[in-house]
């Protein structure tokens, strides 16, 4: 528990100041971390639930005919969420995309999914804070939450004996023991000129992104994380390595709206120094922890 506080303590303040105030230009290297869709990965994968039913065509509004839409039929009134000039979040690095959202007030919409049945029929996906994480929150349609140290995403896994049975997008927060196994579960996009480019720091696990509260992002979660090829052996965790579970790599098991609610210039002081007071108990709760 105290390794999980230092991490969480490290990385509170750079995603309050980020997150409050708003002002700071992106460089170059973090404006290269959004590539265009056509050029990026995960966007247009082939999918088991019908033709063109990965996240990208979904996002664009040119997927086919895509089974086991819940609720029934909503992508026949979804409409284009994104331009075709949009971005997709990549990496850079070949290991897992690890991002969280900044500080400020969020809205966070589960617009529907494109899944199989569900086992169990329990499978959710949700949020946590990183100034409450002992609480992690579940979503069914739209809630909104405000954060002075920022939230990351998490989503259960189809499979029910995986270890872990729930994928963090920030995945080294709980899950630091599988992180070298980690698989990409996650695929985030967004319009040019919709966010800022990505704050971006260095861990012990590698690099991780802040996603500012600035535009909208749309996710794309990918509830399986096996091994695409059949045979290939490549089941992340404790999946069963068997022809049922393996990963289509569509990321449209949770298609995901994520938008940024401005914030009035007053109540930016007030949600830094709220920030500041957090850090302070936290680092004083470590501290008694030692």
């Given at each position: 528990m105290i390794s999980r506080?230092?991490?969480?303590?490290?990385?509170?303040?750079?995603?309050?100041?980020?997150?409050?105030?708003?002002?700071?230009?992106a460089s170059t290297v973090r404006?290269?971390?959004?590539?265009?869709?056509?050029?990026?990965g995960y966007w247009d994968n082939s999918s088991s639930d019908g033709t063109n039913c990965n996240i990208g065509y979904i996002l664009r509004n040119?997927?086919?005919?895509c089974n086991n839409q819940k609720p029934a039929g909503w992508l026949s009134t979804s409409g284009a969420l994104i331009a075709a000039n949009a971005r997709v979040l990549q990496s850079g690095t070949g290991t897992?995309?690890?991002?969280?959202?900044?500080?400020?007030?969020?809205?966070?919409?589960?617009?529907?999914?494109?899944a199989g049945a569900d086992v169990p029929s329990q499978a959710q996906f949700g949020y946590q804070l990183f100034d409450d994480f002992d609480t992690q929150v579940a979503v069914s349609g739209l809630?909104?939450?405000?954060?002075?140290?920022?939230?990351?995403?998490?989503?259960?896994?189809?499979n029910p004996s995986s270890d872990p049975r729930?994928?963090?997008?920030?995945?080294?927060?709980?899950?630091?023991?599988?992180?070298?196994?980690?698989?990409?579960q996650f695929a985030v996009f967004t319009d040019i000129g919709n966010a800022a480019a990505p704050g971006s720091d260095t861990d012990a696990f590698g690099t991780f992104y802040e996603l500012a509260n600035t535009g909208t992002y749309y996710v794309g979660a990918e509830?399986?994380?096996?091994?695409?090829?059949p045979g290939a052996g490549g089941c992340a965790f404790g999946y069963p390595n068997n022809r049922n579970s393996f990963s289509d790599r569509d990321y449209n098991d949770f298609v995901i709206r994520v938008k940024a609610v401005p914030v009035s210039e007053p109540a930016v002081p007030a949600l830094l120094a709220s920030g500041l007071l957090l850090l302070a108990a936290r680092r004083a709760r470590r501290h008694r922890a030692l």
């Open positions: 506080l230092r991490l969480l303590t490290a990385r509170s303040l750079p995603a309050l100041l980020a997150g409050a105030l708003l002002a700071l230009p404006a290269q971390q959004w590539q265009d869709i056509s050029g990026g040119t997927e086919g005919s897992p995309l690890r991002f969280f959202f900044g500080a400020g007030t969020w809205e966070i919409e589960l617009l529907g999914r494109v809630t909104t939450l405000t954060t002075g140290a920022g939230f990351y995403l998490w989503l259960d896994a189809w729930r994928f963090y997008s920030d995945m080294t927060t709980f899950e630091a023991d599988y992180f070298a196994a980690a698989p990409q509830d399986n994380a096996c091994d695409p090829i």
